[in-house]
Antibody
Framework: EVQLVESGGGLVQPGRSLRLSCAASGFAFDDYAMHWVRQAPGKGLEWVSGISWNGVSIGYADSVKGRFTISRDNAKDSLYLQMNSLRAEDTALYFC????????????????WGQGTLVTVSS | DIQMTQSPSSLSASVGDRVTITCRASQGIRNDLGWYQQKPGKAPKRLIYAASSLQSGVPSRFSGSGSGTEFTLTISSLQPEDFATYYCLQHNSYPPYTFGQGTKLEIK
């Protein structure tokens, strides 16, 4: 059974940093691209970032480019999101999502999702 | 970036009704579109991929159609468990992948 379990969320002050993790199991993690998608309270879904199976190809939404860094450790079956210079508008539930494809450029078909971890940016 | 315009933003319907949700892309995306269902406090679940292919395990009352710039999700006979929010997602142009703004389906 595929499982994606996010962690690392919490309350953080504006301008500070936070690192999210996503632990994957039940599939060959190093065969697939992975993504972060977020949902602000009461709002819709927003794709944040994606990373290819080997970590070589990476993409970001303009809203987080230069502040967030996605990475993965295939030896640990884990996905990460380093979030720096956090803003109030980054407050959201952050989902980890598995792609059906190994690359992000030909991906974007999310077949499994975690339950999310909540990030609240507030002073 | 490709913009996805979803309509309606909310919809009231009764059990047994047939409902249709539309997604329009700001430029052609072939059939590179998926439909997702999200219930409150839960992760999204994919219903349809490649615009019209039914995800394994999803009831056959769900169907998708369209290509290019206009797409529809149809639920042929609403069941109580179908009341949720639905999103389309285009994956033709990257980055970014873009979602529609969502359609909240409520019980009349």
């Amino acid at each position: 059974e595929v499982q994606l379990v996010e962690s690392g969320g919490g309350l953080v002050q504006p301008g500070r940093s936070l690192r999210l993790s996503c632990a994957a199991s039940g599939f060959a993690f190093d065969d697939y691209a992975m993504h972060w998608v977020r949902q602000a309270p009461g709002k819709g879904l927003e794709w944040v970032s994606g990373i290819s199976w080997n970590g070589v190809s990476i993409g970001y939404a303009d809203s987080v480019k230069g502040r967030f860094t996605i990475s993965r450790d295939n030896a640990k079956d884990s996905l990460y999101l380093q979030m720096n210079s956090l803003r109030a508008e980054d407050t959201a539930l952050y989902f980890c999502a598995k792609d059906e494809h190994p690359t992000v450029t030909n991906g974007g078909e999310f077949d499994y999702w975690g339950q999310g971890t909540l990030v609240t940016v507030s002073s | 970036d490709i913009q996805m315009t979803q309509s309606p933003s909310s919809l009231s319907a009764s059990v047994g009704d047939r409902v249709t949700i539309t997604c329009r892309a700001s430029q052609g995306i072939r059939n590179d579109l998926g439909w997702y269902q999200q219930k409150p406090g839960k992760a999204p679940k994919r219903l349809i991929y490649a615009a019209s292919s039914l995800q394994s395990g999803v009831p056959s009352r769900f169907s998708g159609s369209g290509s290019g710039t206009e797409f529809t999700l149809t639920i042929s006979s609403l069941q109580p468990e179908d009341f949720a929010t639905y999103y389309c997602l285009q994956h033709n142009s990257y980055p970014p992948y873009t979602f529609g703004q969502g359609t909240k389906l409520e019980i009349k």
